[in-house]
């Protein structure tokens, strides 16, 4: 894929590539890289730092195992491991603050108006899918669901219910004025929809 091409190595990418290929992945897989980086490309002339940003997609998701908590700090400390001879020690300083962001999805405090503004574009890149069709939104609800297959119906429901609402809950879903006129509306249908579906 040429939007990678230099920024990670052929052997860095392919070690990606088959995490996102684990079996127990229903959402959180290449493909949902590979939309990313379709907004990634959309934006890429707005960003400060776009190899920080491409970084971040990369890997943000890169460690997934709904069963524990710290997989964007695991995440982050792939990249943090990874062998990437182009890239700056600053870039990846970068990349991974956003990807520690993902835990919360939430805007680090401590840090530039510039890498905030890439962190946001980040954030939102990240958090697309609830501004989708609601039929995409709803195959990636479902999806999700599988993933947490292990958790029984009605612990699931309560507990994404309540993930959901407090992201309806918050003054805005979105960080960036693209985020919040692209994504906004939408994704506070489909969050109430998923809600009351979930009662």
Known sequence: MTAVAGIAPEDVLADLRNRYAEPHRRYH??????????????RRDHLHDPVAVELAILFHDAVY????????????????DADLPDVSDDMR???IRMIEAT??????E???????????????????????????FEGYERAVRDEYAFVPEALFR????????RFL??????????GRERFEARARSNLAASIAALR
Do not use: K
Request: charged share 25%; proline share 4%.
């Open 29 to 42: 897989t290449w493909a949902h890289i590979e939309a990313l980086l379709g907004w990634f490309a959309l």
């Open 65 to 80: 195992d709904p069963a524990r908590s710290d997989n964007e700090t695991q995440s982050a400390q792939l990249l943090r």
């Open 93 to 95: 300083l970068r990349a």
């Open 103 to 108: 835990a919360a999805h939430a805007l680090a």
């Open 110 to 136: 401590d840090c530039s108006e510039d890498d905030r503004s890439d962190m946001a574009a980040f954030l939102d890149m990240d958090l697309s899918i609830l501004g989708a069709a609601p039929a995409v």
């Open 158 to 165: 309560a507990a994404r219910r309540g993930i959901l609402e």
């Open 169 to 178: 809950e918050r003054p805005t879903l979105y960080f960036s004025d693209w």
